[in-house]
């Protein structure tokens, strides 16, 4: 999360990865920024088939899906993007228990499109990635997501304490996942992350936005989710 945090750099970086976008991933941010690792993780975990990179190259509705700023509240604001096609938003690369091979629809992932959002006032950062698989490969995806949360639903790096803990799984009116993330660091205030994935026909919609996490909220997000993807 790119707050008024006194963690390092590298944590935020991590949290906002996620699950990114991330997700709603790793837990303030979760999109990007993780710190490499040595090879097997690298490769098939961060959707390395991806060649899409600019408009012209991905399926319209990638973008379609894409949620406007004030479709988070007053405030936001669509903040600057990488132009290459964004690593998984779930990837935890410095979760001890991650491996890359243990996902396998990420082998299968065509095409990608990321957002960010930030909100001018308190300087907070959300993510959203819209991703395209091969038929039939959203449906393993959205269990990737599921095995992940799982798998690192809690580990230390970089002197923090990140955490996921599974909300729902199944929300209407969809097949989506519903995620709070949390990241404690000495001497910091704990932060808290909201991680929404929705799927819809062979497409998988992430949205990671920072703040208090209640069923509700995570309801409407999903909704929303679901509405542009639809």
Known sequence: MEARARSSPAVDRQFATAVLLLVVLVVAGLTA??????????????????????PADRPAALDLA?????G??????????????????????DCPAYRAEDYPAQRHRSAAVQRRYRHEPTELVATQVVEAYEPGWAVRALDDVRRV??????????GASISFTLLDTGLPPTDAV??????????????????????????LSTLNVP????????????????DLLD
Do not use: F, M, N
């Open 33 to 54: 920024g993780c710190a490499a690792d040595p090879a097997p993780r690298s490769s098939a975990g961060e959707g390395a088939r991806l060649t899409a990179s600019g």
């Open 66 to 70: 894409l949620l406007q700023p004030s």
């Open 72 to 93: 988070l509240g007053t405030g936001w604001r669509q903040s600057p993007h990488p132009p290459e096609p964004p690593p998984w938003p779930w990837l935890q690369a």
């Open 149 to 158: 949360v799982g798998t690192c639903s809690r580990y230390d790096a970089y």
């Open 178 to 203: 519903l995620v709070r993330g949390r990241i404690e660091s000495p001497g910091a205030p704990a932060r808290s992350t909201l991680l929404v994935a929705v799927r819809h026909g062979d497409r």
């Open 211 to 226: 703040g208090p996490v209640d069923r509700d909220t995570g309801y409407a997000v999903a909704k929303k989710l679901a």
